[in-house]
């Protein structure tokens, strides 16, 4: 490895829950990605809503990347202790006017839907506590171009999303963008679940002037009942071996394996797959799935 990369990935699994099947894609996708251009992997545990963390979960999932010879760069990271530095980030945006307060109820957020209509933009009205606060998103985003997808326009899907919630905890997508300008994070690659919201992530990447870095969504993953598999703590772990994690996984990123491999360790399929990203392999074909195409998946247990 070159002593001073020019790519900086990472892999951000929330502690919530063993690795499944689709956050072995993003591990071994965002792996392959840095590593082949001679660059850092960073692992830093999504802890920062700590009602969704399960004890034990944080050594499972260590264990899990090592068992699939995924090596990470320097100590693994947490946001559970960066609660002054999110802090920072919301009052530089309080006092551009990037962030207001919202005082709508849980019971007045559900009667919304999907979207956040926008309710405390203007102000609170008289005799209203503030509960929460909330990203000014712009109606028309910047158009970017993702890795695998190309030019994406896509308006924040959920109007202004919640930066600082009603019961205390930083909202994830203020901690991500966070850490990755802080550590220097210089490509994404990560879940296919997640595309929808980068354009917001973006403008938030912008308002606290912070760098964007390169953005690459991998395959949606779909239980056979046509859930999406995305949630941890909704999906069935992952407890097979990694010779057929390592297979499973390139084959749903487009790539044809040699029947030579199965059963190899974990090594040999990572120096593999290495191998033949040098030899221009691309990580992930999107012709082979087609973004949000169905992909019933069955996983050794
Ligand atoms: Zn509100």
Redesign the pocket.
Known sequence: MPSSPTVTGRFAPSPSGPLHAGSLIAAIGSYLSARSQGGHWLLRLEDVDGGRVRPGAADTILRQLEALALDWDGPVQTQAARKNIYQDALKALREKGLAYP???TRQEIRSFGAR?PG??RQGLAAGRQPRSW?LRVPDVLPPWEDRFHGRQDTPAPQGDPVLLRADGYFAYVLACVVDDGVQGVSEVVRGGDLLIITGMQRHLQSALALPHPQYGHLPLLYNADGSKLSKSADSPPWAGDPSQAWEETLRLLGWTTPAGLQGASAVEWRDWALMRMAERQPLYRIAATGPHQQTALSWPS
Do not use: D, H
Request: hydrophobic residues 15%; glycine residues 0%.
């Open positions: 919202c005082a709508c956040y309710t405390c909330r």
